[in-house]
């Protein structure tokens, strides 16, 4: 497919993410901050997130199923959680943290569990979206113009 | 000695995204940048070792940069941090005879009107929070000129300079500023270090 498609392609799908709510600002800075000299900025931040998140969901998980639950340590996670998405951008995932964070403060159990499976599925919507749109983005890089 | 332009910043968080986002963030704003996870690592760059904080708390003819290994212009840390959060490590400092005169900048992903203040208190240059973006590190620069200035001069004339150097500019703060948070209350600190001269 010729670069112009291809641009166009990535226009629009950036353009639908962050009207549909995944992404916000904060992601417009790590698109300003790629530049020649790090050309890889935004893929390298992202990547790291997607680890971090990883650590994050396991270690809160092996927090919700211990008993008595620790609540404080619980929130320690998800503050981790929120900061990494709200630092990258990541809208509908850093607003599922707040909800969670809430249901932690009133030491409410099922609340937790069912905000957690909230926070996991829009994680998991936006790391698909995001692979999506990063990989378009790099093949329109290296495309030609027809 | 680092060429006036090249301003040398520790930067301090526990988050690995963070850490890479202020760097490179840092950089672009062209400084020279150290970043370390905690903050017990920050005072280990900065030459504090755990007792230097109870001695030599009036020896103002000591250089500033006795028991630094590297010079630090500024030291920009999250709030937030497992162990030493990083009001305690404003706190030790600027508690430190050699350190103090570093200035630091506190961020945070909350928005708490006491700790704000709490902060700024403590001596604390600017509170951001976070995310934190590029225009905010426009404030960084002036408070690093102002201690480049600062160890050109006498020591006694130390805290005359600190006390007419009040930030109370209408960009400073600006957040606590929003906030409702009045600045003139601030830094009663001020006020112990000239009675200590």
Known sequence: MDRNRLQHQVACMRRSLFDQGYLDEPFIQLEELQD?????????????FYSDSARLIQNIEHALNSRPIDFNKLDDYMHQFKGSSSSIGA??????????????????????????????????ILRRKLEVYLQMVGQAAVSQTA | MAADSEF????????????????????????????????????????????????????????????????????????????MTGYDLLKKIKESSSLKNIPVVIMSSENVPSRISRCLEEGAEEFLLKP??????????????????????????????????????????????????????????????????
């Not at chain 1, 020649?36 to 790291?48: M, S």
């Open chain 1, 91 to 124: 809208k509908k995932v850093t607003n599922e943290c707040t909800v969670f964070r809430e249901h932690c403060s009133a030491e409410n159990a099922e609340g937790c569990i069912r905000s957690f499976q909230q926070v996991k599925q829009e994680y998991a």
């Open chain 2, 132 to 197: 934190v973006r590029l225009s905010d590190l426009n404030k960084l620069r002036p408070h690093m000129l102002k201690t480049k200035i600062k160890d050109h001069q006498e020591p006694e004339k130390q805290d005359k300079e600190e006390k007419q150097q009040q930030p109370q500019s209408n960009n400073n703060n600006r957040k606590a500023m929003e906030e409702g948070i009045s600045t003139e209350k601030i830094r009663p600190r001020l006020n112990g270090i000239t009675a200590m001269v």
């Open chain 2, 8 to 83: 040398h910043v520790l930067a301090v968080d526990d988050s690995i995204i963070d850490r890479k986002l202020i760097e490179r963030l840092l950089k672009t704003s062209s400084f020279q940048v150290t970043t370390v996870d905690s903050g017990s690592k920050a005072l280990e760059f900065l030459g504090l070792h755990e007792d230097d904080g109870i001695i030599n708390t009036n020896t103002p003819s000591v250089s500033p940069n006795n028991h630094q290994e590297v010079e630090v212009n500024l030291v920009i840390t999250d709030y937030c941090m497992p162990g």
């Open chain 1, 36 to 48: 020649d000299a790090n050309p890889n900025f935004v893929q390298e931040i992202v990547t790291l």
